[in-house]
């Protein structure tokens, strides 16, 4: 339950900033804006990596599964000491980076595996 009050204050958090730089936010699918560092607790649902663009997107559930995201680009894959898709999905992590809007969507995109910590 507790988990789930961090990731509903943060997300509002998040929408609150968005609102007070609204001319810096366009929801548009080529749009990338930046927010602040944050954390955010929650269980991984999914983990998928891209071979194309080597990209590595985690799911994280809460409220609407899959509303936000944690991504990791390339190179960065290589810091985990296994395939973060598998290192992580169905564990309760805690992710600390910079938020992100990607296509609309929440992400927070992280270099190294000091960035996540899985929760007992």
Same mark, same amino acid.
């Given at each position: 339950? $507790?988990?789930?009050?961090?990731?509903?204050?943060?997300?509002?958090?998040?929408?609150?900033l968005?609102?007070?730089?609204?001319d810096l936010?366009?929801?548009?699918?080529t749009?990338?804006?930046?927010?602040?560092?944050?954390?955010?607790c929650?269980?991984v649902?999914?983990?998928? $990596?891209?071979?194309?663009?080597?990209?590595?997107?985690?799911?994280l559930?809460?409220?609407?599964?899959g509303?936000i995201?944690?991504?990791?680009?390339?190179?960065?894959?290589?810091?985990?000491?296994?395939? %973060?898709?598998?290192?992580?999905?169905?564990k309760?992590?805690c992710?600390?980076?910079?938020?992100?809007?990607?296509?609309?969507?929440?992400s927070?995109?992280?270099?190294? %595996?000091?960035?996540?910590?899985v929760?007992?």
């Amino acid at each position: 339950m $507790y988990k789930y009050g961090i990731l509903i204050l943060t997300l509002f958090a998040v929408i609150s900033l968005m609102w007070k730089k609204a001319d810096l936010f366009k929801f548009a699918n080529t749009s990338v804006s930046k927010i602040s560092d944050t954390s955010v607790c929650d269980k991984v649902l999914d983990g998928k $990596y891209s071979a194309g663009d080597q990209i590595t997107t985690l799911s994280l559930g809460g409220i609407s599964p899959g509303q936000i995201r944690i991504i990791i680009k390339g190179k960065d894959r290589d810091n985990f000491p296994s395939p %973060p898709e598998k290192l992580y999905i169905g564990k309760t992590v805690c992710v600390k980076g910079s938020v992100e809007t990607q296509d609309g969507q929440l992400s927070i995109v992280i270099k190294d %595996p000091g960035q996540i910590v899985v929760q007992q």
